[in-house]
């Protein structure tokens, strides 16, 4: 595991070295000392803290998302490290940057680091796309970002349904014709990979539609709801960093974060992914409004996320009871994934507790084995791989309505170079995105019947 592991922080400090233009990779030898000048942003091992991981990001640290055997992974400096080990946990340096020394600042523009899309150049995308293909595509706009509804710049909110259009798709109506496969990106701004998959995944569809039988026969049999940004304002930030993409987690809500300083470990937003009303508050989340995983002031206080909560009721029947243990029918239709970065697992409801199972686990656990066995990832809930987190968009979709809801953390440790936060775009269209194809075609052919066995279907 740990030298699986030394190379995906290799090549998390080699995206942060690259992010920073300027500055020295300090692989932690044996014997070396966290220093001073090593108070650029670097990854922190933390020892045998697996069922810490509450304490940790209760405490402010900046866990990323990923894990080996018992011990997690902490953004930070050496202050952090100092603070960790006060804390009571133990740590180590598993590789640090120097602090970034300059690196190219951009704004506005329609990539920023080597190709990546903006918030704005995805929706022009998203325009192009539908206005090319009118046969097969609807546009939504689903709301507004938080900046946008406070006159401050900002962002529609928007999605595409793509289809072969007839009587009654792409409507807002949960009684739809065809079974619906829904796709998000970026709801953690900095995951920034995971807009690129999207983007490819519109293109491929309707690029693909007429020559490819079974993108033919999806499009003829279902609905693809796609949404690339789930929150621009904070891919806005990331992105205004150009070569330097600032680490931004959460969203551009600062009216609770007033003494957030903007370093690192102190950032302005709600984390969108913690903040839905679904066991809201109860693990891997911070009270602090300036640490990553700050939970929001009240369970759906965020625009992006209820705007998004009314398009997926829209889109959905309630098929759930309420209750940890309630199933939803095995004639259930739907799928839903979010993706994220970089554990490099397939993660499925329950977050907010391990220890309990839903009602449709065995629907669950096999439908995300068969997209954790396309991957190479494995799969599991999140506390049973990662650590127990509340409130995530999975969770509330499945606990409000019943639909199969998945997070999918992509990054794993073949990927070499193209490991980390920040991964060069070459990485995203060349190495993820063909990973990701065959997965969400599969994921998106099980929208039929998620529930049941394939052999079972049609
Ligand atoms: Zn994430």
């Known amino acids: 595991m740990s030298t699986r592991r030394r190379h995906k922080a290799l090549a998390i400090a080699t995206a942060l ?13 044996a014997g070396q000392q966290a220093t001073p000048e090593a108070d650029g942003p670097g990854i922190y091992r933390v020892h045998d803290a697996a069922d810490r991981a509450d304490e940790l990001q209760g405490a402010g640290f900046d866990l990323v998302e990923d894990r080996a055997g018992d011990d997690l992974f902490v953004v930070g400096d050496a202050a952090e490290s100092d603070r960790l080990r006060r804390a009571g946990f133990a740590n180590s340096l598993e590789e640090t940057v120097r602090a970034p020394g300059g690196g190219q600042r951009a704004n506005n523009q329609d990539t920023y680091y080597g190709g990546y899309h903006t918030p704005a150049a995805q929706y022009a995308h998203l325009d192009e796309v539908a206005a090319a293909h009118p046969e097969l595509t609807k546009l939504e706009t689903y709301g507004e970002s938080w900046r946008k509804t406070t006159g401050n710049g900002g962002h529609d909110l928007r999605a595409i349904c793509i289809t072969k259009l007839a009587e009654g798709d792409c409507a807002r109506d949960p009684n739809a014709p065809k079974p619906r496969f829904f796709l998000m990106a970026q709801a953690h701004a900095r995951e920034i990979a995971t807009g ?11 690029n693909s539609y007429g020559s490819d039988d079974a993108i033919t026969k999806l499009l003829d049999t279902t ?16 992105a205004q960093g150009g070569d330097n993409p600032v680490l931004h987690r959460k969203n551009a809500n600062d009216t609770n974060g007033a003494d957030c300083t903007g370093g690192e470990n102190s950032q302005i937003g709600i984390d969108l992914n913690r903040n839905n009303d679904s066991y809201w508050g109860e693990s891997g989340v911070s009270q602090n409004p300036c640490d990553q995983t700050y939970l929001g002031p009240k369970a759906n206080s965020e625009v992006e996320n209820t705007a998004l909560q009314g398009l997926l009721t829209d889109l959905y029947p309630d098929k759930r009871d309420d ?11 739907g799928v839903f994934i979010t993706l994220h970065s970089v554990a490099g697992m397939v993660l499925f409801p329950w977050g907010h507790d391990s220890a309990v199972q839903t009602g449709n686990d065995e629907g669950l656990r096999r439908l995300g084995g068969e997209l954790g066995d396309i991957l190479g990832y494995q799969s599991g809930q999140p506390g049973e791989l990662l650590y127990d987190a509340s409130g995530a968009h999975e969770d ?6 019943g639909v199969p809801g998945f997070t999918i953390e992509l990054g794993d440790v073949d990927s070499g170079s193209c490991n980390g936060f920040l991964p060069e775009y070459s990485c995203a269209t060349d190495y993820y995105w063909p990973q990701f194809k065959p997965a969400l075609l599969h994921a998106a052919q099980r929208a039929a019947a998620p529930y049941q066995a394939p052999s079972e279907q049609r």
Do not use: M, R
């Open 17 to 29: 070295l690259i992010a920073g233009g300027l500055g020295a990779l300090t692989p932690a030898a």
């Open 196 to 206: 690129e998959v999207a983007y490819q995944w519109i293109d491929h569809l309707v």
């Open 223 to 238: 609905e693809i709801w796609v949404v690339p940004v789930a929150n621009p304002d904070g891919v806005d930030i990331v």
């Open 323 to 333: 209750g940890d243990s309630a199933a939803a029918p095995a004639d259930t239709t």
């Open 396 to 401: 509330w979709l499945y606990d409000k309505l």
